[in-house]
């Protein structure tokens, strides 16, 4: 046997998004298509982690992180969602959210355990799901309120069911799911004896009428739900990679030890930067953080409106899904390169999102720029020749 790759190597192939990157990288035009906000990082996040460098807390930490960044984040939690959770017990620091659910995955689900994901879906719980081993089962959510029937989600369920992943405020849809919608889902849940892993990244963008509930605060749910979260979009470090998840102990633990297996720890003096961060910005910076990316998010939906796309107006996250029907093109992936070619601005083509048919006549343009850069990009949309 020559040398080869590991069978492995074909469930993490190169993503739409890392590819439209490349694309857009080579014709030198704006990059919406990856979540890379480019605001300003807090002062006292920056203060706090160069402090934090200097005086020397540069080695290994616990497995689940400093305890003054468990604690920040369980003083938080409680702040916003009047959710207890224990710091010493039931927070687990990782690299990032991604880091968080990698680890999560491991330790709870089995090879082959089936897990429902709606669809369109961000493509790393997808990825992860895969790489564990587990197998993703789709329910759709279509548009454009990106409502799910409750008899799909049900015929979704068989005996081999483990779990369900949500993501409210949602990557791509920008969907913020109601208190009914996550009733529906709990009510799933604990009929079926089901975890939830429950993405909750951009839980402080949310725009609309629905705020961010999470679903861990439903009659019940705490015990099987595993919060998922952190701070690379509220602070613009998605570079930092801190990220956590919050659960029973029963689950944390184990979820630790993966963490610990796999990356030791979270970034050290980053923890502390984030601890005091989060310890010394009060609501205030919570809620402008939302103002300020409505005003991106509502220039953003009036270019591609005035573009000739037809955007669906998100009430969470940074992303824009809207119909590119009117660009020529067999697909979404076609679509998306007359995009970059006529108007040099990368967006993501909806096919990304789904996992069979679907998405071909959408693009998520991402709105987490700077305002001199998301008001270059929707110039040059405004401009297109498809209206
Ligand atoms: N979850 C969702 C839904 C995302 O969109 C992203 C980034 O785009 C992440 C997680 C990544 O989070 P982190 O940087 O904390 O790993």
């Given at each position: 046997?020559?040398?080869?790759?590991?069978?492995?190597?074909?469930?993490?192939?190169?993503?739409?998004?890392?590819?439209?990157?490349?694309?857009?990288?080579?014709?030198?035009?704006?990059?919406?298509?990856q979540g890379v906000c480019d605001t300003e990082v807090p002062l006292e996040v920056r203060v706090g982690a160069r402090e934090a460098i200097e005086?020397?807390?540069?080695?290994?930490?616990?497995?689940?992180?400093?305890?003054?960044i468990?604690?920040a984040?369980?003083?938080k939690?409680?702040?916003?969602?009047?959710?207890?959770?224990?710091?010493?017990?039931?927070?687990?620091?990782?690299?990032g959210a991604?880091?968080?659910?990698?680890?999560?995955?491991?330790?709870?689900?089995?090879?082959?355990?089936?897990?429902?994901?709606?669809?369109?879906?961000?493509?790393?719980?997808?990825?992860?799901?895969?790489?564990?081993?587990?197998?993703?089962?789709?329910?759709?959510?279509?548009?454009?309120?990106?409502?799910?029937?409750?008899?799909?989600?049900?015929?979704?369920?068989?005996?081999?069911?483990?779990?369900?992943?949500?993501?409210?405020?949602?990557?791509?849809?920008?969907?913020?799911?109601?208190?009914?919608?996550?009733?529906?889902?709990?009510?799933?849940?604990?009929?079926?004896?089901?975890?939830?892993?429950?993405?909750?990244i951009y839980?402080h963008f949310?725009?609309?009428?629905?705020?961010?509930?999470?679903?861990?605060?439903?009659?019940?749910?705490?015990?099987?739900?595993?919060?998922?979260s952190g701070l690379s979009k509220t602070f613009s470090i998605t570079g930092w990679r801190i990220g956590?998840?919050?659960?029973?102990?029963?689950?944390?633990?184990?979820?630790?030890?993966?963490?610990?297996?796999?990356?030791?720890?979270a970034p050290?003096p980053l923890q502390l930067g984030v601890a005091r961060g989060l310890m010394s910005l009060d609501?205030r910076y919570y809620?402008s953080l939302a103002?300020i990316y409505?005003?991106k998010?509502?220039?953003?939906?009036?270019?591609?409106?005035?573009?000739?796309?037809?955007?669906?107006?998100?009430?969470?996250?940074y992303?824009?899904?809207?119909?590119?029907?009117?660009?020529?093109?067999?697909?979404?992936?076609?679509?998306?390169?007359?995009?970059?070619?006529?108007?040099?601005?990368?967006?993501?083509?909806?096919?990304?999102?789904?996992?069979?048919?679907?998405?071909?006549?959408?693009?998520?343009?991402?709105?987490a720029k700077d305002d001199l850069v998301?008001?270059?990009?929707?110039?040059?949309?405004?401009?297109?020749?498809?209206?």
């Amino acid at each position: 046997m020559g040398l080869e790759l590991g069978k492995r190597h074909e469930w993490v192939l190169q993503s739409e998004i890392r590819n439209m990157s490349i694309e857009c990288d080579r014709i030198g035009g704006i990059n919406l298509s990856q979540g890379v906000c480019d605001t300003e990082v807090p002062l006292e996040v920056r203060v706090g982690a160069r402090e934090a460098i200097e005086e020397g807390v540069n080695t290994y930490t616990r497995y689940d992180g400093l305890s003054e960044i468990r604690v920040a984040i369980a003083a938080k939690q409680y702040a916003f969602a009047k959710m207890k959770v224990d710091p010493e017990n039931e927070i687990i620091v990782s690299a990032g959210a991604t880091g968080a659910l990698y680890c999560a995955c491991l330790a709870l689900l089995n090879p082959e355990d089936e897990v429902i994901v709606f669809e369109p879906y961000y493509g790393y719980h997808v990825s992860t799901l895969i790489a564990t081993q587990a197998r993703p089962v789709y329910v759709r959510m279509e548009p454009p309120d990106w409502t799910f029937s409750p008899d799909d989600l049900e015929r979704a369920v068989s005996t081999r069911t483990r779990a369900i992943i949500l993501n409210s405020p949602a990557n791509p849809s920008g969907k913020v799911f109601s208190l009914r919608e996550l009733e529906v889902l709990a009510g799933l849940a604990s009929r079926h004896d089901l975890f939830v892993f429950t993405d909750e990244i951009y839980e402080h963008f949310v725009y609309g009428e629905n705020g961010h509930i999470p679903i861990a605060t439903l009659p019940g749910m705490r015990e099987r739900t595993i919060t998922i979260s952190g701070l690379s979009k509220t602070f613009s470090i998605t570079g930092w990679r801190i990220g956590y998840c919050l659960c029973d102990a029963r689950w944390a633990r184990p979820i630790g030890y993966f963490n610990d297996l796999i990356y030791v720890c979270a970034p050290a003096p980053l923890q502390l930067g984030v601890a005091r961060g989060l310890m010394s910005l009060d609501s205030r910076y919570y809620s402008s953080l939302a103002d300020i990316y409505r005003v991106k998010r509502d220039k953003i939906c009036q270019a591609l409106s005035r573009g000739g796309f037809r955007p669906h107006v998100p009430e969470g996250a940074y992303y824009v899904l809207a119909d590119i029907s009117s660009v020529p093109g067999r697909n979404g992936k076609e679509r998306a390169m007359k995009i970059l070619n006529n108007l040099k601005v990368a967006c993501v083509p909806g096919e990304a999102f789904y996992h069979a048919e679907g998405g071909d006549n959408l693009a998520r343009f991402c709105f987490a720029k700077d305002d001199l850069v998301l008001e270059e990009a929707c110039r040059r949309i405004e401009s297109s020749q498809w209206k």
